[in-house]
Each structure stands twice: as C-alpha cells, then as structure tokens.
C-alpha cells in the first residue's frame, strides 16, 4: 500500500483574530496593551513530567471576552516562569511542554481564564494522560494526528490545535470548567496497515477540555471505505464535520485503496483528482459492520 501524507483542510488557518504577538523578554514582562487599558499581571509556570521547571513549552494565551478580546500573546521565559501583562477579559490559554524522553507533548489546554486580578497559572506536564487510539491491526503503522479545540463564548470563538507525528501526544484540561456545551473537541488518528488504513475519530463535547482519550474499537465497531479509479490520479479521504486532516495517496486503475473508519466520528468526504479534474463523493454515512465501494470517475456524476 502506497505511503499516505498528511493534508490539512483549507479550514486550519490561522485563529480568524487581529492581533499583535508579543513575546516575553527574560526577566521583562511582556505588554500587549495600551497604556490607557486596566491591565493585570499573569505569571505562568511550566513544569515537566518530573514535576521540575521547564523552559521547553509553548504557551499561548488567546483573548476570548472583553477588553483583551483581540490579544494573543505567547510569552516565553527559559527558567520556566513567564510574566505577561494584559487588559481585563475572557482568556484561552494552551500550552505544550515537550522535551519528555520519549519525544512526546503534553498539551494543556485552559477553555477559561478569568483574567480580573493578578493571576498565577501552574501548567504541570504530570497532569496530562495519553491520547491512547488505535486500531485493532497491532502491525499498522501510525502515520498522523491531529487534535483540535474550538471554544465559544458570548459570541465569539478560538480555535486551537495540535498535529502530530507520533502516537505520544498527552493531553489535560487547566483551570474552572467553562460554560455547558462551550468546548467542542476534535480528535483524528490514522494508521496504515498492510490490507487496510484506518482512520479513527472522536467529537466531544462539554464543559472542559480532555483529560486523556482513550479509543480501541473492534474490527466490528469499524465501517470499511473501498475505493477504486479507473483513471490514476490522487485521493482524498477525510470526515465531513469539523477542522480535520486526512489521509491522501496515489490510485491507478490496478488500485484499491481499503479504509476502515469509525462511524461515530460523522460522515466522510472523499474526493479524487485525475487529469485536470476533480470527482467528490461528500456526506458518506458509512455504518458500523458494513462495507462501501466507489469507483472514480463511475460513481460521482
């Protein structure tokens, strides 16, 4: 089976806000806004998973609400410890420690923060558990993943993300739970096996973000995808709902590509490009246990 690669969905640009990046200056706390703004101090701390200061982390702090509603700042400090000041509002803070011997990020993600005082955060690596999803073929070979978290309040939204080229991604939630239904989280895993690949997704939806996510489902929980060409050209195969990557390789006619997906995660869009062209097949309700077969150009009118 050909290799696949990764390829993000037109969706996955940047955070759709004007704002200016400010980065901390050791020893300096970092302003992001102007003189005239009531503006409180946040101090971030950044552990890794042996409880020990860290500078290896990247954090990011979102405005969300409020007079700081259009900052985004990503303050760095190499003991650990960061200072950034900003205006009264509704912040999202993420924050990526890595530097753990197996090459792994631990991603916490903080949906609500409250910013009416000076305010110190702790962002501690050993809060994090595995993002643990994986196919029943104990020979597939992971290729890609992506996790993304979309938080909404009074109007507006952020979204962030994290892509990843290993199955050692951690992931915790930080601070107060936010609003009910407020944070809506996106998981996509894939795999290539030797008959088959896999794409295995998750959407949550809640007060807070994960704590882990574990996902290991039978062969029967599984819908399987056959797709075939009668010209060579490229294809495309990813779920229909929400920010995503997918998976994207070569056909010829002597081809067909087997994807074993799981249901739960929506419908799925598969599209494919041969000489100049460009076939879709969208929407696709691929149930558990049953098998769907297409064959481009013959089947998208």
């Given at each position: 089976m050909n290799t696949s690669s990764l390829r993000r969905r037109s969706v996955l640009g940047t955070l759709a806000v004007a704002a200016a990046v400010v980065l901390g200056v050791a020893g300096t706390p970092a302003v992001a806004v102007s003189p005239q703004s009531e503006t409180y101090t946040l101090t971030i701390k950044h552990l890794d998973r042996a409880g020990r200061a860290t500078g290896a982390y990247e954090t990011t702090v979102t405005g969300l609400s409020g007079a700081g509603a259009d900052e985004v700042v990503r303050p760095h400090d190499t003991d650990g410890t960061t200072t950034v000041q900003l205006p009264r509002g509704r912040y999202v803070l993420d924050s990526a420690v890595t530097g753990s011997a197996d090459g792994g990020t631990d991603w916490i993600v903080q949906p609500r923060l409250d910013l009416d005082r000076d305010t110190t955060i702790t962002v501690d690596a050993r809060t994090a558990r595995?993002?643990?999803?994986?196919?029943?073929?104990?020979?597939?070979?992971?290729?890609?993943?992506?996790?993304?978290?979309?938080?909404?309040?009074?109007?507006?939204?952020?979204?962030?993300?994290?892509?990843?080229?290993?199955?050692?991604?951690?992931?915790?939630?930080?601070?107060?739970?936010?609003?009910?239904?407020?944070?809506?989280?996106?998981?996509?895993?894939?795999?290539?096996?030797?008959?088959?690949?896999?794409?295995?997704?998750?959407?949550?939806?809640?007060?807070?973000?994960?704590?882990?996510?574990?996902?290991?489902?039978?062969?029967?929980?599984?819908?399987?995808?056959?797709?075939?060409?009668?010209?060579?050209?490229?294809?495309?195969?990813?779920?229909?709902?929400?920010?995503?990557?997918?998976?994207?390789?070569?056909?010829?006619?002597?081809d067909t590509a087997t994807y074993l997906v799981t249901p739960e995660r929506g419908t799925w869009d598969v599209s494919y490009s041969a000489d100049g062209q460009r076939y879709s097949a969208n929407e696709l309700a691929l149930r558990a246990g049953s098998t769907t077969v297409l064959t481009f150009p013959d089947d998208v009118v």
């Open positions: 595995p993002v643990d999803v994986r196919p029943p073929d104990d020979s597939a070979r992971f290729l890609h993943s992506a996790m993304f978290v979309k938080v909404t309040h009074g109007g507006a939204e952020r979204l962030l993300n994290r892509i990843v080229a290993a199955p050692t991604l951690r992931v915790a939630h930080l601070g107060p739970t936010a609003e009910p239904d407020s944070v809506k989280q996106w998981y996509d895993a894939y795999w290539e096996g030797a008959t088959a690949d896999y794409g295995l997704g998750r959407t949550v939806t809640g007060d807070r973000a994960l704590t882990g996510l574990t996902l290991r489902p039978a062969p029967k929980e599984l819908a399987t995808l056959k797709v075939r060409a009668t010209r060579t050209g490229f294809l495309d195969v990813q779920p229909t709902t929400g920010p995503t990557v997918g998976l994207s390789r070569q056909l010829t006619p002597s």
